[in-house]
Each structure stands twice: as structure tokens, then as C-alpha cells.
């Protein structure tokens, strides 16, 4: 069994009843956005459990081979073509083992929402899109689809439904909005519902998303 990763928890009431896994990006750790679970506007929300996961350290080659915290290397600029499959499906082993957690912590699948940033966005959806019970909500934030060619064919009929919300920033100079609308457009092909938003920022996060992903909470956790 492999060891559970190393976590930061926040809980927004005592006795949460929502787990919301909230994975950072590349080079960073669950310090990151540990600080935004704080600035969320939660009114008329049920407890909430914000778990922020340490990623593992690797040597990223795009990085010249330093090893920093990542949940699957980064081969090179070209994001679709080069891709670390065998390190996204290790990390999604990961992640599963985190939503197991707070099942056994006696919060269901369906009010477990994953969250993410940039390479976290990405595991959000590798996750999410293929995790055999309905979860609660997909936060995606400034990333993209992973190995989307696989999609279709493992995709899990019980998250058809689920909501997600995708963001990005219109000068994102790591992650290019057209590789964010395409993936949007992927995954509207396949029937999911994907609520957008667009801001002019750069590859980060800003108060008006910050408004936005409260918004969204409030809507998904009170259906």
C-alpha cells in the first residue's frame, strides 16, 4: 500500500460534511492555495474539509532535470504531443487514495469535489473524469485535458453529470488558452456540462475567479 500523501487541512465549520481536494501545480506544494479556502465566500454552504495535498518530488525535464514537487513530469512546450502518461496514471492512484480517505472519514463520494491548478487542474480531470462513483464537483482551474485520447473509452458513466467548472486566464503564457478551450470543447463533445470563465490575467488566480468559484460552491453544494 502505497503511503498516503502528505496533506495541510482546513475545516471551514467543526463536523464537515463536503471534502474538497484541492491539488497545487507544478513546483509548488498544499501551502499554495491553502490561503484561498479563507477567502471564499462559503455563506449557506455545509462544513467543508479543504485538504491540500503535497505532490511528490521528481526531476521535471522541461526544468532541466531539477526535482521540485509535480504530479507527472513535463517532457517539453508541446503539451499534447509529449506527454507523461505513466506519471499522470501514478498520480491518479494518488488522488484516488485521497478521495478512499475521506470516504473512510465518513464523507461520501458524491459530496467530494477535486479541485486543482494548472498540473492540478490536469490530475482533476485525468481523476475525475475516470473515478467510478459520482463526485460532487470538478474545480478546474488554469489547466487543460491530459491524455484526453483515452477519455472516451476509460471515462466512468457516474461522473456524466457531475459539474465542472473550468477557468483560465486569456495571457496564460504556460498553459495557452487555446489548449483550455479546447479541452472545453472536448469535453461539451462528450456530453459533460462545463460552466466557463475567462479572466485577463496571466497563468495565476484573481478576485474575480476567486467570486466566481464561492458562486460556484454555493450553487453545487446547495443542489
Not at 495571457?171 to 456530453?191: E, K, N
Amino acid at each position: 500500500m502505497t503511503q498516503l500523501l502528505e496533506t495541510i487541512q482546513i475545516d471551514s465549520t467543526s463536523n464537515p460534511t463536503v471534502s474538497v481536494i484541492w491539488l497545487h501545480g507544478l513546483g509548488a506544494d498544499g501551502n499554495d492555495f491553502a490561503p484561498i479556502a479563507r477567502e471564499l465566500d462559503l455563506r449557506g454552504c455545509p462544513g467543508i474539509r479543504f485538504i491540500f495535498p503535497h505532490a511528490p518530488t521528481m526531476p521535471v525535464t522541461i526544468n532541466g532535470g531539477y526535482v521540485m514537487r509535480a504530479w507527472y513530469d513535463i517532457l517539453g512546450t508541446d503539451l499534447v504531443r509529449r506527454e507523461d502518461e505513466a506519471g499522470l496514471r501514478k498520480s491518479q492512484k494518488l488522488v484516488e487514495q485521497l478521495i478512499a480517505n475521506e470516504k473512510a472519514r465518513g464523507i461520501p463520494a458524491e459530496r467530494i469535489i477535486l479541485a486543482g491548478f494548472s498540473q492540478g487542474c490536469a490530475m482533476t480531470l485525468q481523476t475525475g473524469l475516470r473515478h467510478p462513483e459520482k463526485l460532487g464537483g470538478l474545480l478546474c482551474l488554469s489547466g487543460y485535458v491530459p491524455i484526453y485520447t483515452t477519455v472516451a473509452a476509460e471515462r466512468s458513466a457516474a461522473n456524466q453529470d457531475t459539474p465542472i467548472f473550468m477557468a483560465h486566464g486569456s495571457g496564460d503564457p504556460v498553459i495557452q488558452i487555446s489548449r483550455a478551450t479546447q479541452s472545453r470543447d472536448f469535453l461539451q463533445s462528450l456530453g459533460y456540462k462545463v460552466e466557463w470563465h475567462e479572466y485577463a490575467m496571466p497563468h495565476a488566480v484573481c478576485p474575480e475567479e476567486i467570486d466566481d468559484i464561492g458562486a460556484w460552491f454555493r450553487r453545487v453544494l446547495a443542489a
